[in-house]
């Protein structure tokens, strides 16, 4: 069992930046690959990005693309998302999830979820 928390969350202007973490408890989070998704009001949730166990792999929604930067650091059991060039639209609550396997782009293939941290762009 894998227990997420997610933090780093809050208020800010577009065109400003956040950084996000995700440290892991329970388990070693090595294993593990990583995804951040998000949900704004009155939205599905979607994928973000996710990071390989090792790092070495990542994949971004078009969305996002170039402003924004997975990483982790399995010494520190967390997962990191630096936000930049952040836009109204980025508003959203923003969860990371873990799985075993490979990496992944749906919500149904990730196994352990934390509770979410609340992003808000102004404009």
């Known amino acids: 069992q894998v227990q997420l928390v997610e933090s780093g969350g809050g208020l800010v202007q577009a065109g400003g930046s956040l950084r996000l973490s995700c440290a892991a408890s329970?388990?070693?989070?090595?294993?593990?690959?990583v995804g951040w998704f998000r949900q704004a009001p009155g939205k599905e949730r979607e994928f973000v990005t996710t990071?390989?166990?090792?790092?070495?792999?990542?994949y971004y929604a078009d969305s996002v693309k170039g402003r924004f930067t997975i990483s982790r650091d399995n010494a520190k059991n967390t997962v990191y998302l630096q936000m930049i060039s952040l836009k109204p639209e980025d508003t959203a609550v923003y969860y990371c999830?873990?799985?075993?396997?490979?990496?992944?782009?749906?919500?149904?293939?990730?196994?352990?979820w934390g509770q979410g941290t609340q992003v808000t762009v102004s404009s």
């Open positions: 999830a873990a799985r075993a396997g490979g990496i992944a782009t749906m919500i149904a293939r990730y196994d352990y």
């Open positions: 990071i390989s166990w090792s790092g070495g792999d990542t």
């Open positions: 329970g388990r070693t989070f090595s294993p593990y690959v």
